[in-house]
């Protein structure tokens, strides 16, 4: 029934017609394929996403093709808009990308060389997009998600048995990234695997700037090392992994390991503070005193202390 009420949408509003699946779904959208007569598109629901927040997305995408980042733009309605609402839901249309989206998990990787040219790729998208100003376009920033957390402080110390020790650390790794404020720009923020497309060795695409925000570079290139070296539920993180992504970022730009691992702590940290405070607080029953986890906070602590 949904499946029909998307075909019905899409049609009226794009005059786009076809067979249409689920392709992935995931914490932030669903992702549908639409084979048509003269192409493939894709087709996003946003679960949590406003339309202020989807059309910006919009925005900085349109932006980004000016700078020859290799991403796939939303598609005009109609109506004269970029989104659309099925159910209250944004919804975007785009024309599928060449190649296929990357599978990486404990028991799959992609060789070597492509995951060397997804950190050049990164890398490149970095350079392309520093003279851009989004600043005003975006309201969130690369603190957000912790300023977030950090207003359930009070439910935090009273229901959480490791709250005192985790906003101790929320409070260095902010005092450290508030000393690094130069160099801010437009940065992905969520740039894993099952955002990058290939085709064969090369990289063919970008997906998903919905977390794109305000910030600096190194918070991203921390955050997409981690993901490209260390998937969630692996044992142990892979070295040779993290070492090809590293030295394929740096085929563009040079980056000061010495506090490469400041930068992992706090890229973990933000991103489990978006789980906590989405999934865990709020749902937190009277009486219960919870320890907190994720995988990105494990992950967080153990690159903090990783020597590279």
Same mark, same amino acid.
């Given at each position: 029934m949904y499946l029909q009420i998307i075909q019905n949408v899409i049609k009226l509003e794009y005059d786009i017609e076809g067979d249409i699946s689920l392709y992935r779904e995931s914490d932030d959208n669903l992702l549908y394929t639409l084979k048509s007569a003269d192409g493939d598109y894709a087709v996003r629901i946003s679960k949590h996403a406003s339309l202020p927040e989807v059309r910006t997305e919009g925005e900085i995408i349109a932006l980004l093709q000016q700078c020859n980042v290799p991403c796939a733009s939303f598609l005009m309605s109609k109506s004269g808009s970029r989104v659309v609402l099925i159910e209250s839901k944004s919804v975007v249309v785009m024309k599928w990308l060449s190649g296929t989206v990357i599978? +990486?998990? #404990?028991n799959t990787w992609p060789s070597l060389e492509i995951i060397a040219n997804a950190g050049e790729e990164l890398a490149m998208f970095h350079k392309a997009v520093q003279m851009l100003n989004v600043e005003e376009l975006?309201?969130?920033?690369?603190f957000t998600e912790i300023v977030k957390? +950090?207003?359930y402080e009070e439910m935090i110390l009273k229901k959480t048995k490791n709250g005192i020790e985790i906003l101790d650390q929320l409070k260095k790794v902010v005092s450290f990234a508030q000393q690094h404020t130069n160099h801010y720009q437009l940065i992905h923020n969520d740039y894993r695997p099952s955002n990058v497309m290939n085709k064969g060795s090369n990289i063919t695409g970008i997906l998903d700037f919905d977390w794109a925000c305000y910030g600096h570079p190194m918070k991203d290139f921390a955050l997409s090392l981690m993901e490209w070296s260390y998937p969630d539920g692996a044992d142990d993180v892979n070295h040779d992994a993290f070492h090809s992504f590293?030295? =394929?970022?740096?085929?563009i730009i040079s980056i000061d390991r010495k506090i490469l691992n400041d930068w992992m702590l706090f890229a973990g940290?933000?991103?489990? @503070?978006t789980y906590w405070s989405n999934n865990v607080l709020p749902v937190m029953k009277l =009486?219960? @005193?919870?320890? +907190? #986890?994720?995988f990105m906070y494990k992950k967080g602590l153990f690159f903090h202390n990783y020597k590279i």
């Open positions: 599978t +990486l998990d #404990k975006r309201e969130r920033d690369m957390f +950090l207003s590293l030295n =394929g970022y740096e085929r940290l933000s991103d489990a @503070c =009486g219960e @005193c919870v320890e +907190l #986890k994720s």
